[in-house]
């Protein structure tokens, strides 16, 4: 068992603690799953606004001439579609056309890209990266120690940071970001989140996170704002169909296996693993991510096994609760002939075979 006082600690530890977060070892940090609970705290997303301390999230810094062609070269989305102001989703390709991580890439200029990766990946994106950048002008550095990451999510939230920051925050489109201050403090703002909410991201100093934190928590309070934890986290981006990677997606599951053709750009040209994509592009995929529901009150967790006729057919990769829709949702990856929805299937879950259908996906979309 990793010891506390091993762990890493974010800017905002202190915060948490104060608040009387419970506290768990995610990925190495010292992180709060919840403040007064999963339910609550996610209910609040939903209809008001949670602040969540992401400043665990590993930043890695592409500048050079040849910054956007490399990225072209290992991620599988269409650099050179953004332009400066602008971010997208992509992933960082293995040579089977499976995911080293999935990432968010900004463009901050011409040569100069601020690359968004999972906290638990960063040491390996940055060092496969690395290796990856020989032989093109560029330089890539992990940055993921200058920053504090904080993100303000659900329809209040524009209301809530509206007041603090000095920019036009009404006019941003989703995907794109600005520097601006909040409360005097030169940040980056993205219009950007994992919970399927409108929202931002705030990107500061880390020595001024706590100020960031404690700003935005009193511009929110007469909003209902409340801190969200990393238990809410995982069921909001779960009922929005937003990949886990290391359950839902990984080194061995291919982006169109994951349902994540819309992120797979073959027209752009040659770049790492689109061979494999093209051909399962010509020849189709044997087995796709999609969700479903199951029928009793036993909840489906990662892990456990489906079966389809009553043969095995792959494990639950997510499954939980899920609290806005009051519903017991999940994720899993089902062979060719098992994707539309309406198909029944079988989740064991402790020893009993339960039955579950598949369901469309998202589980939740927002109002417009």
């Known amino acids: ?182 409360d005097s403090v030169p940040c980056i703002v993205s219009r950007t989140g994992y919970t399927g909410e409108d929202g931002f991201e705030i990107y500061s100093p880390p020595d001024a996170g706590e100020r960031i934190w404690y700003a935005v928590l009193g511009s929110g309070a007469p909003h209902g704002l409340v801190p969200v934890g990393l238990g809410a986290r995982d069921t909001l981006r779960l009922e929005s169909k937003m990949a886990l990677y290391g359950n839902d997606i990984d080194a061995t599951t291919t982006a169109l296996e994951a349902d994540l053709g819309w992120i797979v750009k073959l027209e752009k040209g040659p770049f790492v693993g689109s061979d494999v994509l093209a051909r399962q592009k010509e020849e189709g995929i044997q087995r796709k991510l999609v969700g479903f529901e199951t029928e009793g009150r036993a909840v489906a967790r990662h892990g456990f096994p489906a079966f389809v006729g009553g043969r095995p057919a792959g494990a639950v990769t997510s499954g939980s609760f899920a609290p806005f829709l009051r519903k017991n949702i999940g994720l899993v990856y089902l062979p060719d002939g098992s994707w539309e929805p309406g198909t029944r299937f079988e989740v064991e879950i402790r020893g009993r075979r339960e039955p579950a259908v598949v369901v469309p996906t998202p589980f939740y979309k927002r109002p417009k």
């Not at 091993?6 to 768990?24: D, F, K």
């Not at 690359?115 to 950048?133: L, Y």
């Open 1 to 182: 068992m990793t010891n506390e006082q091993e762990l890493r600690h974010t800017p905002l530890h202190r915060a948490h603690v104060a608040a009387g977060a419970r506290m768990v070892e995610f990925a190495g940090w010292h992180m709060p799953v919840q403040y007064t609970g999963v339910v609550d705290e996610h209910v609040a997303v939903r209809t008001r606004a949670g602040l969540f301390d992401v400043s665990h999230m590993g930043e890695v810094l592409v500048t050079g001439k040849e910054a956007q062609g490399y990225l072209q070269h290992v991620t599988c989305n269409d650099v050179s579609k953004l332009v400066p102001g602008r971010i997208h989703y992509s992933g960082l390709m293995t040579p089977n056309g499976a995911f080293v991580d999935d990432l968010l890439i900004y463009k901050m200029g011409e040569e100069y890209f601020f690359v968004v990766v999972n906290a638990a990946n960063t040491a390996k994106d940055f060092a496969w990266m690395s290796d990856r950048a020989k032989g093109y002008d560029v330089e890539v550095a992990d940055a993921s120690a200058d920053w504090a990451q904080i993100a303000l999510q659900g329809p209040r939230s524009l209301e809530i940071l509206k007041p603090l920051a000095a920019a036009d925050l009404a006019s941003m489109k989703y995907y794109s970001f600005v520097r601006a201050d909040v």
